[in-house]
């Protein structure tokens, strides 16, 4: 007993000793990263230095308090923001970095907190730009810009749930949001609601005011609720951007293929052309299955269930 409480002890000393609050499972991705950024001819380069030394030599209770003083200090030196974050990232301590910038709560117009942003995208370290934007998204006046970026981010994932609820708190407060309202219509397209996606479609031939490429959504929906002619008409008063692209094609096309026998291709074909000007390497004859006797079957094939 006397020895086990005699090993506990030691333990504990060990630990005020390294100043040592965190996991040690931690200590060998601290010791071995190489994201920590240097700073030269600045009134951060010794506190910064300082930061890193203690970081990779696991005394982390010392490298925070340095941490958080060199940020007071230099407020607008970037790579200290990024080395203070990567230190909080690396142990997992999300929420206290998450509390520490809400605390500072930067201004929109933060020119430095603008460029942590775009240095963690220029920079691939995405994961912890995620962690700084659910941080700003506290912060007033930064809500809407974190929402959207982090709902573009889950959407480019392919995260939907989680995209879905960001752009479902933009249309909470801003119901007409053009940027939410095409995350929404692209997350339908995915899940296949198609007539949740109709409902979107027409909120934006609302709120679209730039960007007129809704179409699309007006024919994806119809085609795959059956309502071909309905569908058709959509395709035929698209905007020239959205008819040269490829997906929308092939649904134009295959509309066609369902309502007739031999279609015309005389409204598509210069938009197909323009696609294969931009790269699009399939056939003529195989894109266009009537034009070719090999075909034929590719068109019953379309027509079955269809019409």
Known sequence: MKFRILSLLFICFILIFMGCRYPIAKQEDLE???????????????????GIRLSKSIQLDQAESVWDKCVQTNPNEVAVHLNRLRFYFLLDEFELLKEKITKEAPSRSSVTYTNILKELE????????????????????????SYEEL??????TGNYVYAEGYFNQILEVVPFHENALYGMADIQVQKGNWYSLLDY?????????KNKDFHFYFLKANYELGRYEEALKWAESATVSEKTQVVFLEIWRDTLLVLKDFPRWDGLLPYYRKAV?????????????????????????SRTGRS
């Open 151 to 156: 709902a573009n981010y889950y959407l480019q």
């Open 277 to 301: 000007e931009k790269g699009y390497s399939v056939p003529e004859s195989v894109f266009f299955p009537t034009l070719s006797k090999e075909g034929k079957d590719v068109r019953k094939a």
């Open 32 to 50: 071995s990263d190489s994201l920590f950024l240097e700073v030269l001819n600045s009134s951060a380069t010794e506190c910064n230095a300082e």
């Open 201 to 209: 479609a027409k909120s934006l031939e609302v709120a679209s005011k």
């Open 122 to 145: 220029i920079r691939l370290r995405n994961d912890e730009r995620v962690v700084v934007l659910d941080a700003l998204s506290r912060v007033k006046g930064w809500e809407l810009y």
